[in-house]
């Protein structure tokens, strides 16, 4: 394979563009047998990632806490960052001795029949190192008409209806070099849709995991719940091997019809060798309700940028983050709650509990268009750091251009506090007992707003393992 | 039966400033002891430091709890001795239910294990629950109070009643109320009185720090000591307190010479 090299003008070095090559991007399509568009699309995306600099060396205000700073006095405290990063390290694909694209051995436990037999999911989708390892869907949601299945074979059964939505209304190929590195080599992933008036009460399972070394994952979910739908969605991404580097380039579309109710949550728990960057955009249709539940608590670096767009009157989105940093960590979240439409409401609240050395950035903005009339929109961002080396960065922000709204934004960051270790421990408690508690009771704002026990246990045994380390 | 909580010769001081200077006490289960003394004479240093606060500082002298030297140890291992004290002003730990963080507290302090060991096991819910909801009932206090975040919102009176519900399900052997009736109207303090003694018998030894005799007329003392610069200068039975009652502490800075704040 030919290695190629771009020459950035704006920057002193190159970036080597390594495995991440057109020969590879041709071969997925071919090997995947793929409608003429989504090949298009592929090598379009990977123009634009020919010609757009990593965002982390012509950062902007969203990336440059996360990129490796020439200037200021930032980079010298960011020890950590993406200069570490080497995308010529990590393999977007693997292939077989005759050129075939390469299945890893399945690690997940088969269970997906298993857990939709016993309704603990109504639909199980399992990607692993880029490639379905897993699927199943109950029968009655067959029966109602629900479509749940990995995107490649979705190409093939609903070509049409994967073109208008993929990365055409949500995220955009176009708008930094990872959207485009995602468009140009995606694999995996899912497309849900939700038929009209279709009412999901059981959870839908994916679950999202590197096995091999050095592979790259770019999953793409896509889910679509039509007027009055109902569903919710658990992903959950996860390391098959402690050490394995990786890196995962991901991206999520939403589309949320009118009165639809959805709530996705995301389980991030890559290992610490794995670079993570992902960007989730939700559309909101008039009426309707999405809850995003966002669990950020695996990998070396992480970049999430999550958009929130109230595109209809009338609806309402919920934007719930728990992150937890250790070691040396760095995890950097962008929140956009943008209001399209009057009567809007947003509201966002995001806890980050920091340990060792590690970092976390959460910058949000609410933007309301003259559109906005009647907006109320709410953010807040919580850090308690549990040691005096690990860094929160806290930037909450506002662009109103409607007159009559309600916005409001809250920030903290603040250390555990002595006198409730002191009040907890004459109680009898040991020191690491108050401290989980103290940390428990500095999550359960928003634990206490997500619906699902199995995610709230999840996160719960998270918050406990990382503690006790 | 010999004293639980024995304090000889203690000296501790904030920040270099000497406070308490040389203070010599014993209590024992059964017994109701009042330590009075104006502000700024020592009282919640005392109370503070013999429950381990780190941030007041023992230079010299003994504390032991039936019979074992506590200033080493750290404050949930003399809670796990038997040792309570109900604060003046409790923390709010937000997000910490009350019914969590007492059936943690009651499992950690009944452990087997309760020298220095810590417990992960809690105690069976339901059989926490009943403890709970009885105790709660007997004291007076709306079951809801269990749900609530730990003193998070209380008002003054709520704070001292879950001080009072801790007492209550932590069973100690000596505890020390801090300025209890502090910052409490007169029907609060009645409550709160009539709360504590209700628990008191021959298994609960109470050391009531306070600066004013209120509380005095709910829970009566068998011993009143009076706290003066941070030595006990003079001690005795209810009759002092009462003097403390009708002259205040004038007469008693008078004779030790000791200048008003």
């Given amino acids: 394979m030919e290695a190629e090299f ?130 199943a869907l109950s029968k009655e949601l067959v029966r109602k008409g629900v479509y749940f299945a990995d995107i490649n074979t979705a190409l093939q059964e609903r070509s049409d209806f994967v073109r208008s939505y993929f990365m055409t209304k949500a995220v955009r190929i176009d708008w930094n070099s990872f959207d485009a590195l995602h468009g140009a080599f995606w694999q995996g992933g899912f497309l849900l849709h939700v038929p009209k008036g279709v009412v999901v009460e059981i959870p839908m399972h994916v679950f999202i995991a590197l096995s091999e070394a050095n592979r790259a994952d770019l999953a793409h979910s896509i889910i679509v719940a039509d007027d009055s739908s109902q569903i919710t969605i658990v992903e959950e991404q996860l390391s098959a091997d402690v050490a394995a580097p990786g890196l995962h380039c991901g991206a999520v579309e939403i589309f949320v019809g009118r009165n639809a109710q959805v709530n996705y949550a995301q389980i991030q728990r890559w290992n610490h060798q794995v670079w993570n960057f992902s960007s989730q955009r939700a559309i909101v249709d008039r009426d309707a309700e999405f809850r995003w539940i966002t669990g950020a608590l695996g990998s070396r670096l992480s970049k999430l940028n999550q958009v929130s767009v109230l595109e209809g009157a009338g609806c309402r989105v919920d934007m719930l983050g728990l992150t937890f940093t250790h070691a040396r960590q760095h995890i950097d979240i962008h929140t956009y709650q943008e209001h399209k439409a009057n009567h809007t409401t947003s509201d966002l609240l995001y806890k980050s509990v920091l340990k060792n050395q590690s970092q976390s950035v959460w910058s949000g903005m609410i933007y309301v268009h003259p559109e906005g009339q009647h907006t109320d929109a709410y953010q807040k961002n919580d850090n308690l750091v549990l040691n005096k080396r690990a860094h929160a960065d806290t930037l909450p922000g506002l662009e109103i251009n409607a007159n009559e709204v309600r916005c409001t934004h809250g920030a903290t960051a603040g250390s555990i506090d002595k006198e409730q270790v002191f009040y907890l421990m004459s109680r009898g408690l040991s020191y690491d007992q108050a401290e989980k508690m103290i940390v428990a009771g500095f999550f359960e704002p928003a634990m206490g707003r997500i619906p699902l026990v199995s995610v709230r246990k999840q996160l719960q045994q998270s918050v406990t393992d990382k503690l006790a380390i | 039966m010999s004293n639980n909580l024995v304090i000889d010769n203690l000296h501790i001081s904030v920040e270099g400033q000497p406070i308490i200077k040389g203070l010599n006490l014993a209590v024992k289960q059964g017994e109701i002891h009042a330590l009075m003394g104006p502000n ?146 007169i029907d609060a303090v009645r409550i709160v009185g009539e709360s504590v003694s209700q628990l008191i018998g021959s298994e609960l030894g109470v050391l009531i720090i306070t600066h004013y005799p209120r509380l005095l007329n709910y829970i009566r003392p068998e011993f009143v000591h009076i706290l003066l610069d941070g030595k006990i200068v003079e001690s005795g039975g209810w009759e002092l307190a009462q003097l403390l009652e009708d002259e205040g502490y004038d007469p008693i800075r008078e004779k030790y010479g000791i200048a008003p704040l």
């Avoid at chain 1, 080597?16 to 090949?39: A, L």
């Avoid at chain 2, 004479?41 to 010299?60: C, I, Q, R």
């Avoid at chain 2, 007492?167 to 000596?174: D, G």
């Fill in chain 1, 6 to 135: 771009i020459k950035n003008p704006l920057c002193a070095y190159e970036v080597h563009k390594g495995n991440f090559s057109r020969e590879f991007v041709e071969k997925i399509s071919s090997e995947q047998d793929e409608p003429q568009w989504m090949r298009s699309l592929r090598l379009d995306a990977y123009k634009r990632y020919q010609s757009l600099p990593m965002p982390h060396i012509t950062p902007d205000d969203v990336w440059r806490r996360t990129a490796a700073m020439c200037t200021q006095d930032y980079w010298r405290r960011t020890a950590r960052n993406m200069r570490g990063l080497k995308l010529e390290k990590y393999q977007p694909v693997a292939l077989t001795p005759n050129g075939k694209l390469m299945q890893s051995d399945p690690v997940l436990p088969n269970t997906s029949a298993a857990q939709v037999q016993s309704n603990e999911a109504s639909g199980v989708i399992a990607v692993q190192d880029g490639r379905v390892v897993e699927h």
């Fill in chain 2, 40 to 185: 700024g004479s020592g009282k919640s240093t005392l109370a503070n430091a013999l429950m381990g606060h780190p941030f007041y500082e023992v230079d010299s002298g003994e504390v032991t709890f039936d019979g074992e030297d506590i200033l080493g140890l750290e404050p949930n291992e003399r809670a796990r001795l038997g040792l309570f004290l109900a604060f003046q002003y409790p923390t709010a730990v937000p997000g910490v239910s009350m019914a969590n963080f007492l059936r943690m507290a009651v499992s950690a302090v009944r452990a087997e294990n309760s020298n220095g060991g810590e417990t992960t096991e809690l105690i069976p819910m339901r059989e926490f629950r009943r403890e709970l909801r009885d105790k709660m009932k007997r004291l007076g206090i709306d079951e809801s109070f269990a749900r609530r975040y730990l003193n998070d919102g209380f008002s003054g009176g709520e704070k001292k009643r879950a001080e009072v519900l801790q007492l209550a399900m932590l069973e100690p052997k000596i505890a020390i109320l801090d300025e209890t009736d502090s910052g409490l109207d």
